[in-house]
């Protein structure tokens, strides 16, 4: 158990849960759309252990254009993680970093990801979280898996064959006890020029009795990914969130990054409050968010554009986390 837990420290996508039976949820995060941008959807298989022991598996749903959400609740014994890779089976669903199979009621079918673009990772930095990986009471684990990939392959939804070949993807996961109690998140690759790809998110983070606002962004730009985050010395100048738009402004010694996002429509999910499903955040898939890429020693723009199809949540309290 302790060698899993371990290769699972600097493997983000791996399972965590060795040793876990109660107050503890982890869940894995798939975004994908097909090529012509009409259907778009997330699938979110995980687990989750309440502060008594209830254990639950599950498979969640988003339907990101029909504004609709299913959650399919297993035994947890039908959910069964790998060691020492990434590769989950939930009743007859198996997920992996390279490919996911679905046999649910009214989704069947396996798509491939392909040309996939992880997070940055060394020793003293796995994935997303920084040296924050090597703290063992944070109240909520992040890690990013791929920022952007091609799709191929069908599903089938409602007796409807649906191509995904072409399509794009991205991939994440949480773990931990619960959601911050204030957060913002957001992502999209689909910008006017392929391969960028933005990831952006603001959280209230618990700390030793206090709390502190953390952030993490990221955009891939053709071949490079530019980090904004708390542990590398980037400034969160402005945080700022309503019920029609968020504003993000991040500054390192670099670069200057500028985010407007635009609230749409949004579907409720299920999260995680104490280990159990037990809470609701609510998730548009069909945002717009206006980034702009500066430069600093150069004053050059590096991009000024708008993503589309963008994954969109703001959640909890915000003033927790408003800045600037």
Known sequence: MLKNKLQALF?????????????????????????AEDKAFAFIPGIAMDENGAQQAFIQVLDGKKLTAAYHKYDFNQFKPAAGKFAVEIANSFFQRESIQLDLPNIKGKLTFHNQVPWSSSWYSPNIMGPFSFVPFMQCYHGILSMNHRI?????????????????????KDWGRSFPSGYIWMQTNHFSEDGISLKSSVANIPWMGTSFVG???????????????????????????NQDKVELVMENGNHRLEIFAKREAATSLASPIAGFMDGRIEESMTAKI??????????????EDTGRNAGLEVAGKLSDILVG
């Open 11 to 35: 493997n983000a996508e791996q399972y965590h849960g060795w040793g876990k039976n109660k107050r503890y949820f982890e869940g894995w995060y798939y975004k994908v759309l097909n090529k």
């Open 215 to 241: 952030f993490i962004a990221g955009i891939w730009l053709q071949d490079r990914l530019i980090e904004f985050t708390t542990y590398n010395f980037t400034k969160l100048r402005k945080s700022f969130a």
């Open 290 to 303: 206006q980034v702009k890429l500066t430069d600093k020693k150069t004053k050059k723009i590096l991009l």
């Open 152 to 172: 191929e392959g069908t599903l089938t939804i409602d007796d409807e064959p649906i191509n995904f070949t072409g399509g794009k993807g991205y991939m994440e």
